[in-house]
């Protein structure tokens, strides 16, 4: 298994008000993506005193929380062959879902085989910790997108 060491940021246990918690998916991937990539003050109320995190709503409200970060479009195949490059690059990557009645951020890590496939990407997820791809998303997700993140 290809992978880089990312800190596990678990949104319900943020101590945070539960409108927040609920919400804070995104802010925890980038939390996480920052102290990968050496911000030794990555927390998610650094990144809410600096302005990086909405205090009140959990939205991101700027990606380049101590890093580079650049969205990337592109099929789920280009999706999966971000994550390869990226990991093998030493940077973690932020993966969006879209589900019919959400969004939910998860953070690449790691990589096992060529990576092609969902059961073979592991990511941190804010709700369950690290797991695959597919133990995250399953078939119910629509669209994914890329964030790629650099120090």
């Known amino acids: 298994m290809a992978s880089i060491s990312v800190p596990v940021v678990k949104q319900y246990e943020l101590g945070k008000p539960d409108y927040f918690q609920q919400r804070a998916c995104a802010a925890c991937c980038t939390v996480s993506a920052s102290s990968a990539l050496g911000n030794t003050n990555a927390s998610i109320d650094d990144a809410i005193q600096r302005g990086y995190v909405d205090g009140t709503s959990a939205k991101v409200l700027n990606w380049n929380y101590e890093m580079t970060v650049q969205a990337q479009g592109g099929s789920e195949s280009d999706c999966f062959a971000r994550v390869v490059?990226?990991?093998?690059?030493?940077?973690?990557?932020?993966?969006?879902?879209?589900?019919?009645?959400?969004?939910?951020?998860?953070?690449?890590?790691?990589?096992?085989?060529?990576?092609?496939?969902a059961d073979r990407i592991y990511v941190m997820d804010p709700?369950?910790?690290?797991?695959?791809?597919?133990?995250?998303?399953?078939?119910?997700?629509?669209?994914?997108?890329?964030?790629?993140?650099?120090?």
Do not use: W
């Open 85 to 117: 490059s990226e990991i093998l690059a030493g940077c973690p990557v932020i993966i969006q879902g879209r589900r019919p009645s959400s969004d939910h951020y998860v953070l690449a890590y790691g990589f096992t085989g060529n990576g092609d496939r």
């Open 127 to 151: 709700v369950h910790g690290n797991c695959t791809l597919s133990t995250t998303y399953g078939d119910g997700y629509s669209y994914l997108n890329c964030y790629t993140c650099h120090p």
